[in-house]
């Protein structure tokens, strides 16, 4: 899918399934909470964090996946609800990213060692 399909396919589903999108304060807020959830996961999993159950443990990378699209859901809304195209949004970033950025990693001794 592309960023403007995932965009129309939660358009679709809010109107329909969902009834209608939560205003963009309590988007916001429920965005840092799945990012929270996110960052549970990542510090269990790749940090020092242990789990409190061989159950979480096991299902940890399907949970964080599952996490992790409910980051991209919520972000999606937001940008549905304020009218970002998230396609153009990206490129004009990486296009920042690539500028700003040209010279500054490759000559970063920290990744290149």
Do not use: P
């Amino acid at each position: 899918m592309t960023l403007k399909e995932i965009q129309t396919t939660v358009d679709d589903w809010i109107n329909t399934i969902g009834i209608r999108y939560y205003n963009e304060l309590t988007n916001t807020a429920i965005l840092t909470e799945e990012v929270g959830e996110v960052a549970r996961l990542m510090a269990r999993i790749y940090g020092e964090q242990s789990f409190k159950t061989k159950v979480q443990e096991a299902n940890a990378k399907e949970d964080l996946s599952d996490e992790m699209a409910d980051v991209l859901f919520v972000l999606v809304c937001l940008a549905n609800q304020t009218g970002i195209d998230l396609s153009k949004a990206f490129h004009k970033n990486l296009k920042k990213k690539t500028t700003r950025d040209k010279d500054r990693h490759a000559s970063n001794k920290k990744l290149n060692a």
